[in-house]
């Protein structure tokens, strides 16, 4: 095995003093001087109405109102994946609480104010609010233009319906694979919307200056994609895409919430209309939960035939997603699912219905999981009710039926290598599974559960990253990229993989978050392919800069360049021991020659990564013919839990998770990750409970009544496995696993609690009171 | 947060001129103790005085003190002032507990025990155990002095018996004369903080009497001298308990609302209830404790 000297190790994080000191400047801290305006937003107090007319008369006279704008002001059309979201409401209202208009003040007192005295007269129209509803005929249409909308290639709107894109799977014969089962399991799981709940809210600057150029300051996990949103969105404002900067502050939590665009577009477009002042548009926790994105929510209804042994015969899985008022990027929540809801087995007849649905709530977007951890709580409690009826061992039954490098996944392409087997062996011991536990108080029940996961990164096929790594007159490195640092440590694994190539210690490389017009492109850090496609792109551009170095040191030493290697910040020569010249000796000014001239100048690597075997081209009736995607991670875990029989309460007492990331190119960020997804996923299966009224209103936008765990709710022990099956595209062997880490907690809490109780409950969230009442049911009968 | 909504600001030093403050302003005004409940109203409109009158510049208020076999606590004194006392800890043991369980510790530095039973949301903490207690407050005005029983406190939800110029100086507690015991159950989403969906104090004396209130579970938190002497006369066993179980369905109203359904709040009563009474008959067989002065 090849010896690394940075890679694999867990180095310190680039940014971790400056965060744990509190010296961070998050978007909200950066000054504007007295220049700076406020934004308040109107919202639209219906799910659903048209807007008969605003009146801004009353508002504009507030004093230090510089202007109040509204859909008028912009009639634009934006997305990501599919442009049916607008600035401002122009219409219609969609959801409760949507943007009607802005008041743009000097003060945020005088923008509240007036934000109260615009006057806007509506007609309710009948809502939509679930999936269900949506799809019964007759249903009212929540995007009667749905046909006109300018979208994505592999998405397949129904004209005159509510369904903004369906993704089928057909794959084998699935009918005579239901002949050929001998036990046919056949249920719905149902999974509701969620908030991603990071601490720092949605915040954006814009300024357009008079030299005509925008620049957005952002919490943003999206630079050039914020960009590229601004500039198509504003085109007709007179932007092109090099009069757009937007600037990337520190980010407190995403989980994708802060990827693509939501709430930025408004501080971009109001800027516009108050030229010479940068403007703020700060969201609010309330905001934070109702008009940014929600997880989608999801009816699965799912069939699975087996051998009487538990091997898969066929699978039939329809899932029907809430994806609220727009689905611009939630759509491609469906597509992912559509494509991948075999889970991570080998699976030889299938059929996948995946529906994206327009509904009258917040719209449904990208978080964390991207719809992995709602269509595999169903999958994996079926897995383990399929093998409690056999009679297999839960473990056992998924094992049979593990996906193994080279198996097709449903669309057809081959299964990238991976460890899942390993992954199940390592955590099957490290839980004693076989183990059986009794509380010594009866008023405990102790279970355990199993689980396992998978996910590729959804992406378009060319999604692609880039670096700029320039060095200094001391050897020490600015390597430009634009990914984000979101908590994960994106920053200091970057260094980590250039200091591997070029031998320069991670201390003497600085990475810092983006600014768009020195740094440059990234898609976005989201999909958990950061670490493996930015990793690419940092890779080759570290590998072009020693490329530089080693040309020029063999035309100026005459020494043959293949006997060329870095070692400790110095050139060195296998074939000449005797030779070694330090980087800071050349690498900006060069290596003088005996004649006095000087050869070479400042080395600057350049990198740039884009998968180059990714298509969607498919048979839409069957997606077969494509490579959507470019692999994935997969895993295992187990939980011990106990139960207080008469609360319902849960205390997670051991959780073991194993993730194949291919390579830990820091072990203790995987650990990290590991960790913090497993709270996250904890938190949406035990605590938070999103509820709306009959207005489509959300009642809990707050940490009052919408719980995330505390210090207090960690469980006893976690423990982290790192399982290594290299990645062959990845830098070092690496692949994504940030957002994997929370998938398979809630499939695995709830078949925990059917262990331990014989009670399985198929709806999320499994709070305590859910399960008190199950149990004081079953008591019962 | 911004707040959009303009009021006036008075800070007095002293008693006098904050009740002459209050006499002058009366229903316009409203006290700022330690502001955890007033700031939210005030940035959210829900209710903004014509002027707030700060309290935290009168010392006075922030004792803890016993006098005269009374436990008394001022109107300043905080949740973790509350958790850093002997003095409460000695004797009023259930109030310790149940201020360890308000908030977060963030909130508990500032959010003020008697502030919690003038805003009087059915899910505070404090009604239970001051219930159990049969506190005092104490309520001075231009008037006068003014003594209400806690039992005459809570009027409805966000409702009390406090009168429109009148200032909660301080709560006292009676330290009792007999061996006691209590214990406190509040029943929570999550182990971190949270706003009780219902709660149960429990307070338990050497002759067999046995006082019992329930909080969060109707418009105000409530004793029940039904439930109280049925005890006292069948004793603690498992049917006494079982029979008392039963009667809570007749003595408390639980609604749904977004935190818990009526049905998982009258059970989790039920069991907090066995707990507790199980928890204070534990206690009291410790050997005590009984602190005075």
């Not at chain 1, 051991?654 to 960020?669: H, M, R, T, Y």
């Not at chain 2, 008075?10 to 409940?37: C, M, S």
């Not at chain 2, 935290?56 to 006392?85: C, M, P, Q, Y």
């Not at chain 2, 330290?175 to 989403?189: D, S, T």
Request: glycine share 8%; net charge neutral; hydrophobic share 40%.
């Amino acid at each position: 095995m090849e010896e690394y000297k940075f890679i694999g190790k867990s180095a310190i994080r680039v940014d971790g003093k400056e965060k744990v000191s509190g010296a961070a400047l998050y978007t909200d801290d950066l000054e504007f001087g007295p220049d700076l305006l406020y934004a308040e937003i109107v919202e639209g107090p219906h799910a659903h109405a048209m807007i008969l007319s605003i009146d801004t008369s009353e508002a504009e006279k507030v004093p230090e109102v510089l202007a109040v704008v509204t859909g008028k002001d912009f009639p634009y059309n934006f997305g990501l994946y599919m442009k049916d979201r607008f600035i401002f409401a122009q219409d219609r209202v969609r959801f409760f609480g949507e943007q009607i208009a802005a008041v743009v003040a000097r003060t945020p007192q005088a923008a509240k104010k007036a934000a109260k005295l615009v006057k806007v007269s509506y007609a309710p129209l009948p809502k939509v609010l679930s999936p269900i509803d949506a799809v019964k005929k007759n249903a009212d249409l929540i995007h009667p233009d749905l046909e006109n909308y300018e979208h994505v290639p592999w998405f397949f709107p129904k004209p005159k319906s509510n369904i903004a894109h369906h993704r089928k799977i057909r794959k084998g014969n699935v009918d005579q694979g239901f002949k050929d089962a001998d036990y046919v399991l056949e249920d719905t799981y149902e999974v509701p919307r969620y908030s991603h709940c990071a601490i720092e809210y949605h915040a954006a600057v814009a300024k357009y200056d008079h030299s005509g150029r925008l620049t957005v300051w952002a919490s943003s996990q999206s630079p050039h994609t914020q960009r590229n949103l601004f500039a198509n969105a504003l085109a007709p404002l007179g932007l092109k895409h090099n009069d757009v900067r937007v600037i990337a502050p520190h980010v407190g939590g995403g989980f994708g919430s802060k990827a693509g665009v939501t709430m930025e577009i408004i501080a971009a477009a109001v800027a516009m209309k108050v030229q010479g002042h940068p403007v703020k548009v700060l969201w609010n926790r309330e905001r934070e939960f109702y008009n940014t994105y929600q997880r989608l929510g999801v009816v699965a209804k799912l069939k699975i035939g087996v051998k009487k042994d538990g091997r898969i015969t066929a699978l039939h899985h329809e899932l029907f997603w809430d994806a609220g008022a727009y689905v611009e990027y939630g759509a491609n929540v469906v597509n992912a699912v559509g494509l991948s809801a075999i889970g991570p087995y080998k699976v030889e007849n299938a059929s996948i219905d995946s529906y994206c649905i327009y509904t009258n709530l917040p719209p449904g977007g990208p978080y964390r999981g991207f719809g992995y951890s709602e269509f595999l709580f169903g999958l994996e409690s079926h897995m383990d009710r399929i093998a409690k009826h056999l009679g297999i061992d839960p473990i056992e039954i998924r094992r049979r039926n593990a996906i193994k490098e080279g198996d097709l996944t449903a669309y057809g392409a081959h299964m990238n290598p991976n460890g899942l087997l390993q992954a199940i062996d390592a955590v099957e011991k490290e839980i004693k599974w076989s183990e059986k536990l009794k509380s010594s108080n009866p008023d405990i029940a102790i279970g355990k559960g199993f689980s396992l996961f998978w996910k590729a990164p959804a992406m378009p096929p060319n999604a692609s990253s880039s670096c700029f790594l320039k060095m200094n007159e001391d050897a020490s490195i600015n390597l430009l990229v634009s990914g984000m640092d979101l908590g994960q440590g994106f920053l200091t694994v970057m260094a980590q993989i250039a200091a591997e190539i070029l031998s320069v210690p991670t201390s003497k490389i600085r990475t810092e978050n983006p600014d768009t017009d020195r740094n440059p492109y990234e898609w976005q850090t989201v999909a958990s392919h950061i670490t493996w496609g930015c990793g690419n792109a940092v890779k080759k551009a570290a590998i072009d800069a020693r490329d530089q170095i080693f040309d020029l040191i063999a035309r100026t030493n005459f020494l043959p360049k293949d006997m060329l290697y870095l070692e400790d910040e110095k050139v060195k020569c296998k074939s000449d021991p005797s030779f070694e010249l330090a980087l800071r000796d050349f690498v900006i000014n060069g290596i003088q020659m005996e004649d006095g001239t000087f050869k070479g100048g400042p080395i600057i690597g350049r990198g740039s990564f884009m998968p180059e075997y990714t298509s969607t081209n498919a048979n839409p009736e069957t997606s077969q013919g494509g490579h959507p995607n470019v692999h994935y991670t997969v895993g295992a875990a187990a939980a011990i839990i106990e139960i207080d029989k008469q609360t319902g309460k849960v205390k997670v007492k051991k959780i073991v998770e194993a993730v194949d990331c291919g390579k830990a190119l820091n072990p203790s960020l995987v650990d990290g990750q590991i960790v913090g997804g497993i709270m996250q996923g904890i938190s949406t299966v035990l605590y938070e409970d999103m509820k709306f009224d009959h207005r489509g209103k959300m009642l809990n936008p707050n940490f009052t009544d919408y719980k995330i765990p505390t210090a207090l709710d960690v469980p006893d022990e976690i423990i982290p496995i790192i399982i290594e099956v290299a990645q062959p595209d990845g830098p070092f062997g690496a692949r994504g696993m940030g957002e994997h880490t929370m998938i398979p907690v809630a499939p695995m809490i709830a078949n925990a609690i059917d262990n331990a109780l014989g009670i399985r409950i198929k709806t999320m969230p499994i709070t305590a009171e859910k399960i008190c009442l199950e149990i004081l049911k079953k008591e019962k009968e | 947060m911004a707040i959009p909504y303009e009021f006036g600001y008075e800070k007095p030093l002293t008693l006098e001129e904050a009740i002459q403050l209050l006499g002058k302003h009366g229903k316009n005004a409203r006290v700022l103790a330690g502001g955890t409940d007033l700031a939210n109203e005030v940035k959210q409109g829900f209710r903004v005085p014509e002027v707030l009158i700060d309290i935290k510049g009168i010392d006075s208020l922030r004792k803890i003190e016993i006098i005269d076999d009374r436990l008394h606590i001022g109107a300043l004194v905080t949740f973790n002032e509350i958790l850093e006392s002997k003095a409460v800890q000695d004797n009023a043991y259930i109030l310790y507990e149940a201020a360890g369980l308000v908030a977060s510790n963030g909130v508990r530095n500032r959010a003020t025990m008697v502030g919690n039973i003038c805003s009087a949301v059915a899910c505070m903490d404090s009604a239970a155990p001051l219930l159990v207690h049969d506190a005092t407050i104490h309520c001075l005005s231009v008037d006068g002095q003014r003594d209400v029983t806690v039992q005459k406190w809570f009027v409805d939800n966000r409702k009390t018996a406090i009168g429109e110029k009148e200032l909660v100086t301080h709560v006292s507690i009676p330290i009792p004369k007999l061996k006691y015991a209590g214990a406190y159950q509040k029943m929570m989403r999550y182990s971190g903080e949270d706003l009780s969906q219902a709660n149960v104090g429990v307070l338990l004396f050497s002759d067999g009497k046995c006082n019992v209130a329930f909080g969060s579970v109707g418009p105000i938190p409530k004793r029940s001298p039904k439930l109280e002497a049925f005890i006292k006369e069948k004793g603690i066993n498992s049917q006494s308990i079982a029979d008392a179980k039963e009667m809570i369905s007749k003595i408390i109203a639980p609604i749904t609302d977004v935190r818990a359904t009526k049905e998982y709040r009258m059970h989790m009563t039920k069991v907090m209830f066995e707990r507790a009474i199980n928890t204070a008959v534990e206690r009291l067989k410790k050997p005590k404790l009984i602190t005075k002065k």
